[in-house]
């Protein structure tokens, strides 16, 4: 098996953080074209996404309709618990990211947030203090959500 690694810089206080994050996606593509299992990939990929964004946990989520969440990659046990959590209440922030397409957050799960009242009092609860969540796409087709 051969592998294709992007030289990434270690994350310092000198380099913006869009330029670690270009780096970090540069290292991603180099890893889809060698012979690397994708679980591998998506391990690789969060734990780089954690080391340069101001976030403590990742989890990389499959959705599709008619099915459950499938998580396929989490950082830590709170990024599984978030997935759980969104799972048991059916609702959340990488519902939403996957439904509407669009970026979702709760920065302060303590005030809680309308639109997910059953996951922010069990999410506060689990210890979550706030989330945020991108969709995830390719080719138009919604795939599911990338979450802190």
């Not at 009242?117 to 609860?125: K, L, Q, R, V, Y």
């Amino acid at each position: 098996m051969s592998a294709a690694r992007a030289v990434v810089p270690p994350p310092a206080l000198d380099v913006p953080r869009e330029q670690l994050l270009s780096a970090v996606l540069s290292e991603f593509a180099c890893t889809l074209v060698a012979d690397v299992p994708s679980q591998a990939i998506l391990d690789r990929l969060i734990a780089r996404i954690v080391e340069i964004l101001p976030v403590t946990d990742a989890g990389v989520t499959l959705l599709s309709p008619g099915t459950g969440p499938h998580l396929l990659a989490a950082s830590s046990d709170a990024a599984v618990r978030f997935q759980q959590l969104q799972t048991s209440t059916g609702e959340g922030p990488g519902v939403t990211a996957y439904q509407t397409g669009e970026a979702a957050t709760v920065p302060d799960l303590h005030r809680g947030d309308e639109r997910f009242p059953g996951f922010c009092s069990a999410a506060t609860e689990a210890g979550l203090a706030a989330v945020f969540t991108l969709p995830l796409r390719h080719a138009g087709r919604r795939l599911g959500a990338l979450g802190d």
